[in-house]
C-alpha cells in the first residue's frame, strides 16, 4: 500500500486551529508556545505507546471499536504531530518527498515494537521542526508497511474527538479532567 499523502500544511492548519477553538492551546496563546513543545512531542510517545500496546496485544481501539488499536493509535499521534505543525508554522511541502527515505529505512525493522522505536528516537532527538517532520514521516511510513488508513483514521478520530465530553473545556477544568 502507498498512501496518498493530502496537504499536509492545510490539514496541520485545520487541525491546529480546530484544537485552538476547543481551548487545548488557551494557556499557551497568543506568546507562550515554547512549553506546550515538549509536552506535546510526549503525547506524541504516548500514542506511539498506545499503538506499540495495541499491536502486542492485538487489541481492537476502546473508541473506535471496528478499528484495530495499532492504526487509530498511529492517526492519534499524527493528529498530534500536525497540531504541532500547524502551532509552530512548520512547512510540510516536502514531507512527501521524504517519506520513501523513511520507508526505505523502515525495511531493516520486523516488527511494529521496532518501528515505533525508529519513529519515537526522530521525535525525541531532533530539533523542534527536524523532530515534527521526521516523526511524521516515520508514522506515514509504519502506516504504510502495516496498511494502515492513516486519512481515513485521522478523519474518523478528529469528528469522535469533536464529540468528547471529556473533550470539553468544562470536563478539562474540573478536578481530574485532561490539562493538555
Known amino acids: 500500500m502507498t498512501l496518498l499523502i493530502p496537504d499536509l500544511n492545510s490539514l496541520a492548519a485545520e487541525i491546529h486551529q480546530q484544537n485552538v477553538d476547543a481551548g487545548w492551546w488557551d494557556e499557551h496563546l497568543p506568546d507562550n508556545k515554547a512549553d506546550r513543545y ?3 512531542m510526549m503525547l506524541v510517545v504516548t500514542e506511539l505507546s498506545e499503538a506499540t500496546e495495541g499491536a502486542r496485544k492485538d487489541l481492537m481501539d476502546d473508541k473506535l471499536p471496528a478499528e484495530k488499536m495499532f492504526d487509530v493509535e498511529m492517526a492519534d499521534a499524527m493528529i498530534r504531530l500536525l497540531d504541532l505543525a500547524g502551532a ?3 512547512d510540510l511541502d516536502f514531507v512527501e518527498g521524504a517519506v520513501p527515505n523513511a520507508r526505505a529505512a523502515m525495511k531493516y525493522f520486523k ?3 521496532q518501528h515505533i522505536r525508529c519513529a519515537v528516537r526522530m521525535s525525541c532527538l531532533a530539533r523542534k521542526e527536524n523532530a515534527i517532520t521526521s516523526t511524521i514521516e516515520a508514522v506515514i511510513a509504519i502506516a504504510d508497511t502495516y496498511d494502515v488508513d492513516l486519512w481515513r483514521l485521522v478523519a474518523e478520530k478528529r469528528a469522535f474527538n469533536r464529540t468528547r ?3 470539553t473545556r468544562e470536563a478539562r ?3 481530574g479532567g485532561k490539562k493538555w
Open 38 to 40: 515538549e509536552d506535546a
Open 88 to 90: 509552530y508554522k512548520v
Open 111 to 113: 516488527t511494529p515494537l
Open 165 to 167: 465530553k471529556d473533550h
Open 173 to 175: 477544568a474540573a478536578e
